[in-house]
Nanobody, 125 residues
Framework: QVQLAESGGGFVQAGDSLRLSCVVS????????MGWFRQAPGSERQFLAA???????YYEDSVKDRFTISRDSAKNTVYLQMNSLKVEDTAVYYC???????????????????WGQGTQVTVSS
């Protein structure tokens, strides 16, 4: 059974940094695609970053200069380092996983079968 558990969210000021963690069980990174998404109230779930088949990284253009995805295979954990946070970054952040994804499907949240419960990030001005 695949389980993903996010942590690290919180309430911060604009300009601060946060690191989100996603502990993965029941799934190895090898051959898997791990992604981070976020969803603000009334909005679609938005792609942020991903490790495609545990090799290359991809980012949404709007966050690529501030967010960094990384992983620790020994801990089966994926991270999202978020710097220079803005009020508009306020959302629930989700970790997602999938196997067999193709590159063109990377940014579509409906292509990921496994999801964590989400962690709230609130950025105040």
């Amino acid at each position: 059974q695949v389980q993903l558990a996010e942590s690290g969210g919180g309430f911060v000021q604009a300009g601060d940094s946060l690191r989100l963690s996603c502990v993965v069980s029941g799934l190895t990174f090898s051959g898997s695609t791990m992604g981070w998404f976020r969803q603000a109230p009334g909005s679609e779930r938005q792609f942020l970053a991903a490790f495609f088949r545990n090799q290359n990284t991809y980012y949404e253009d709007s966050v690529k200069d501030r967010f960094t995805i990384s992983r620790d295979s020994a801990k089966n954990t994926v991270y999202l380092q978020m710097n220079s946070l803005k009020v508009e970054d306020t959302a629930v952040y989700y970790c997602a996983a999938g196997r067999g994804l193709i590159l063109s499907s990377l940014r579509g949240h409906r292509n990921y079968p496994y999801w964590g419960q989400g962690t709230q990030v609130t950025v105040s001005s």
